[in-house]
């Protein structure tokens, strides 16, 4: 099930030595401990998950999850260097699918990331499906949300409980320029009005501690996928200390 509590990612993309990743996992599971309200994913690169795994079920925690940040399109076979959904189903509840990086450096589209939606569900792994628009001029509610219906094409109603939708303006990743939150909270709201009030929508692009209760306040937007926030431990606990703060539900 996925959380009804704000949810909080970190995609770590391929920036953690293992003993960063160690370092950053711990310290946010000890933090963790007295926040009751939040969920948090932690999406470290493949090769962390075993580890980051293993420190983390020493001490388990029920609101402290583990992601993947991406799976192969084909489920087992000649596809060297690639890691199936198969192989990664005993290590994490989520992954991150169709995140503009894969698009922009690695050739993905809209076919690619839907072929991995399917392919997540039937592992029992939620996909956290990354959306957005290319620049500023492009923003449009209605380019996203079209955009979103293509890539969930073929994937049943039934299967929305168990995907969260990240909202990526790709001008706002890696830029320090946010989006503003009033707009993605229009987005959110009207995702959840086209294609079901059962998908939860998280914003990411930019996340840091300043912004993230702008995000937050609003009653459409879910949680918050962050990038370079997340490779501080102090930074990304304060996002999830605000979180947990009960900012949900006011806007
Ligand atoms: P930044 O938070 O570094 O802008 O990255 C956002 C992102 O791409 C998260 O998936």
């Known amino acids: 099930m996925i959380s009804e509590h704000p949810i909080i990612v970190a995609n770590w993309k391929m ?3 293992l003993a960063d990743a160690i370092i950053i996992a711990s310290s946010v599971r000890k933090a963790l401990e007295e926040m009751h309200h939040v969920e948090v994913i932690l999406c470290p690169e493949f090769v ?3 580890p980051v795994k293993e420190k983390l079920s020493k001490f ?4 402290l999850k583990i992601g993947a940040q991406n799976i192969s399109q084909f489920d087992n076979g000649s596809y060297t260097g690639e890691i199936s959904a198969q192989m990664i189903k005993n290590l994490v509840q989520f992954v991150i699918l169709g995140h503009s990086e894969r698009i922009s450096n690695f050739d993905e589209d809209e076919n690619t990331t839907n072929k991995k939606i399917k392919l997540a569900l039937d592992h029992d792994i939620y996909p956290i499906v990354c959306v957005g628009e290319r620049t500023k001029s492009e923003t449009s509610v209605t380019f996203v949300v079209n955009k979103l219906k293509r890539i969930l094409k073929t994937i049943s109603h039934e299967e929305y409980q168990n995907i969260l939708i990240a909202y ?3 001008w706002a990743i890696g ?3 946010e989006a503003e939150s009033d707009y993605v909270d229009e987005v959110a709201k009207k995702i959840k009005e086209e294609l079901s ?3 939860k929508v998280l914003y990411g692009g930019s996340v840091d501690s300043e ?3 702008n995000y937050l306040i609003h009653r459409h937007i879910d949680g918050l996928l962050v990038g370079r926030a997340s490779l501080k431990a102090r930074e990304f606990v304060e996002i999830c200390s605000l979180a947990n703060g009960g900012c949900d539900d006011i806007g």
């Not at 388990?60 to 609101?63: E, V, Y």
């Open 15 to 17: 920036n953690t030595t």
């Open 48 to 50: 962390w998950l075993y």
């Open 168 to 170: 990526e303006p790709i």
């Open 60 to 63: 388990p925690l029920s609101n």
């Open 211 to 213: 912004n993230a209760s």
């Open 175 to 177: 830029t320090d320029k």
């Open 197 to 199: 009030d059962d998908l």
